[in-house]
């Protein structure tokens, strides 16, 4: 195998995610589900449904956005269905949201769909390689981690 430097590397891998996200999304154009969830709206449905509720706080550091550009993603959510806003009875400046049924039903055939896009593009290599591939990238996770603390 080639030695490539880092700066090479960042070069090829700038060029193969495009071609895997364009795969991960064909006939999903611009849109993640037929209900027209964009991909902050589906980063945001899939925190509600893993934690059970947040504030607009932490959704907003979650994807890094302004709590402004939150409040954006989650009128359109609640527009739709997917959210409601509650207030937080020990602060009353708090505004808690969470998922509704329908919301959590959108949520679960998206993470499904995403699945079964994950299955097809990683059923293409080997076991072994995709054991490596996701070994590299819990790596990287548990760097990014500890960074942060």
Same mark, same amino acid.
């Given at each position: ?17 495009? +071609? ?22 589906? +980063? ?29 993603? +989650? ?5 739709? #269905?997917?959210?409601?806003?509650? #207030? ?62």
């Amino acid at each position: 195998m080639t030695t490539l430097s880092l700066a090479e590397f960042a070069d090829k891998v700038a060029e193969i995610m495009p +071609v895997m996200m364009r795969e991960f999304f064909r006939n999903q154009p611009g849109r993640f589900y037929k209900t027209r969830i964009t991909i902050p709206q589906f +980063v945001v449905l899939d925190m509600l449904y893993r934690s059970g509720e947040s504030n607009m706080t932490d959704l907003a550091r979650h994807i890094f956005v302004t709590t402004a550009a939150m409040t954006g993603i +989650v009128d359109r959510l609640v527009r739709d #269905g997917c959210i409601r806003r509650a #207030g937080d009875p020990k602060d009353r400046r708090m505004i808690r949201v969470m998922l509704t049924s329908k919301g959590t039903g959108v949520v679960k055939d998206m993470i499904e769909k995403r699945n079964r896009m994950t299955m097809k593009i990683f059923g293409m290599i080997s076991r072994k390689d995709r054991f490596e591939y996701l070994r590299i990238l819990e790596h990287i996770r548990d760097h990014i981690r500890k960074q942060e603390e």
